[in-house]
T-cell receptor, first 116, second 112 residues
Framework: DTAVSQTPKYLVTQMGNDKSIKCEQNLGHDTMYWYKQDSKKFLKIMFSYNNKELIINETVPNRFSPKSPDKAHLNLHINSLELGDSAVYFC???????????????FGQGTRLTVV | AQKITQTQPGMFVQEKEAVTLDCTYDTSDPSYGLFWYKQPSSGEMIFLIYQGSYDQQNATEGRYSLNFQKARKSANLVISASQLGDSAMYFCAMREVPDMRFGAGTRLTVKP
């Protein structure tokens, strides 16, 4: 069983369209993340959810809207896609505990979004 | 502000030799975790090793070890006996629950 699964793996779409990327984890984790990896491989955190509550919302255009229907799912909806949105988007999850942050984040396979 | 710094955009190492990838971080939180991930050309993120801020000893996982110098706020990754399959991007990350941020990465190339 895949621990963190993202769909789709590849997404090619035209400028102006609206698209969604889905993420599901079966690890029982309570924190989920979205990261954007640009062409220079830099991994930028976009959002972090803990128990369905939005915790981190970086300076991301409001065209990006995360939705967490339950602890196991964190979807990313993008409106009015632009050329600059082309990137690889990674979903990740981890288990929060009090005390030392000794739980790694498990990553999905990534979604390569290409806006044309 | 950037909290994780990897100053080596690219590194080369001869097969079977050891290599150190640098990572420094900045935090005022006494509780944090430091991680290293590998990203091969296929794109997946592979967890390598973890070091907790309270851990007294440096972490080791097979050929990977983490040289943790808390006072200097550095967490360098040491790969011993490099293999061709070690060629990849390597990311240092810091986790302050529930936040997890990454450095810019180092591209390691292992030469035969």
């Amino acid at each position: 069983d895949t621990a963190v699964s993202q769909t789709p793996k590849y997404l090619v779409t035209q400028m102006g369209n609206d698209k969604s990327i889905k993420c599901e984890q079966n690890l029982g984790h309570d924190t989920m993340y979205w990261y954007k990896q640009d062409s220079k491989k830099f991994l930028k955190i976009m959002f972090s959810y803990n128990n369905k509550e939005l915790i981190i919302n970086e300076t991301v255009p409001n065209r990006f809207s995360p939705k967490s229907p339950d602890k196991a799912h964190l979807n990313l909806h993008i409106n009015s896609l632009e050329l600059g949105d082309s990137a690889v988007y990674f979903c990740a999850s981890s288990l929060d505990r009090t005390g030392p942050s000794n739980t790694e984040a498990f990553f999905g396979q990534g979604t390569r979004l290409t806006v044309v | 502000a950037q909290k994780i710094t990897q100053t080596q955009p690219g590194m080369f190492v001869q097969e079977k030799e050891a290599v150190t990838l640098d990572c420094t971080y900045d935090t005022s939180d006494p509780s944090y975790g430091l991680f290293w991930y590998k990203q091969p050309s296929s794109g997946e993120m592979i967890f390598l090793i973890y070091q907790g801020s309270y851990d007294q000893q440096n972490a080791t996982e097979g050929r990977y070890s983490l040289n943790f110098q808390k006072a200097r706020k550095s967490a360098n990754l040491v790969i011993s006996a490099s293999q061709l399959g070690d060629s990849a991007m390597y990311f240092c990350a810091m986790r302050e629950v529930p936040d997890m941020r990454f450095g810019a990465g180092t591209r390691l190339t292992v030469k035969p």
